[in-house]
């Protein structure tokens, strides 16, 4: 039976599983939203390893699905705030907007510092900008024969976890890309959208509440935790 750790917890932070679309994490930092409880907000520094920042992008609360980042920079949605900008910038990030129509760059572009996968229908000019400012290789791909690269996959500087339906072709893609270990699996008993509903990196993993010991397992393992027991 795997219970919860400080490296790994099960926990509903913003009242539904979906914490990858509302908070960003990276082994430096986390970015959430303004009207996030001060206990949740502890909870996840505790278990991260990190200090959070209270922000937004582009004024909304998705900063998950709004923003991709990692230890070298972060790229965010075209529709940013200056303020914004301006406060990620004090905190020594590398910031550019994605570049199109296309706002929720979080839910396209899974990402360590080792190497990027991005959705296919992302233009030559928006994989250069995602090159340059997180300073990483780019390779272009649907996955699970969807677009939404972001959205399937958890993946830190240690390990990977990636929607149950990936092919093992998939998976060694992936594993070639981030230069890291992983697994395919579930959280939230069931739920494949793994990026969308698990907040990640090198130090811990939040999980959706009703995840169940056997997907608790499974993340441990695939994200490099098992290393540190």
Same mark, same amino acid.
């Given at each position: 039976?795997?219970?919860?750790? +400080? ?8 009242? +539904? ?14 970015? @959430?939203?303004? +009207? ?60 550019? #907007?994605?570049?199109?129509?296309? #706002? *929720?760059?979080?839910?396209?572009? *899974? ?50 976890? $990636?929607?149950?339906?990936? /092919? ?5 893609? *992936? ?11 579930? @959280? ?12 990640? +990196? ?9 995840? /169940?010991?056997?997907? $608790?397992?499974?993340?441990?393992? *695939? ?7």
């Amino acid at each position: 039976c795997i219970r919860d750790s +400080n490296m790994l917890r099960r926990i509903n932070i913003v009242d +539904n599983p979906n914490i990858g679309v509302f908070i960003l994490a990276t082994d430096d930092l986390a970015v @959430v939203p303004y +009207n996030l409880l001060d206990e949740k907000v502890k909870l996840i520094e505790e278990t991260l390893e990190v200090d959070a920042v209270k922000s937004s992008i582009s004024g909304c609360n998705l900063i998950g699905s709004l923003a991709v980042a990692n230890s070298n920079g972060i790229v965010v949605s075209p529709h940013v705030l200056d303020r914004e900008v301006k406060q990620f910038e004090e905190l020594g990030l590398n910031v550019a #907007t994605i570049p199109g129509n296309y #706002t *929720a760059v979080g839910n396209i572009v *899974a990402a360590n510092d080792t190497g990027a996968i991005v959705s296919p229908f992302l233009s030559d000019e928006a994989v250069k900008v995602i090159e340059d400012t997180l300073d990483v290789n780019v390779e272009s791909t649907s996955m699970v024969g969807s677009d939404i690269i972001g959205s399937l996959i958890t993946v830190t500087n240690k390990g990977f976890l $990636m929607d149950k339906n990936a /092919t093992e072709t998939e998976v060694d893609f *992936a594993r070639d890309v981030f230069g890291v270990e992983g697994d395919i699996g579930t @959280v939230g008993r069931g739920i494949s959208l793994v990026g969308a509903c698990s907040l990640a +990196n090198s130090s811990g993993a939040i999980v959706a509440k009703e995840s /169940t010991g056997p997907e $608790m397992a499974r993340v441990e393992e *695939a994200l490099g935790f098992l290393d540190d027991l």
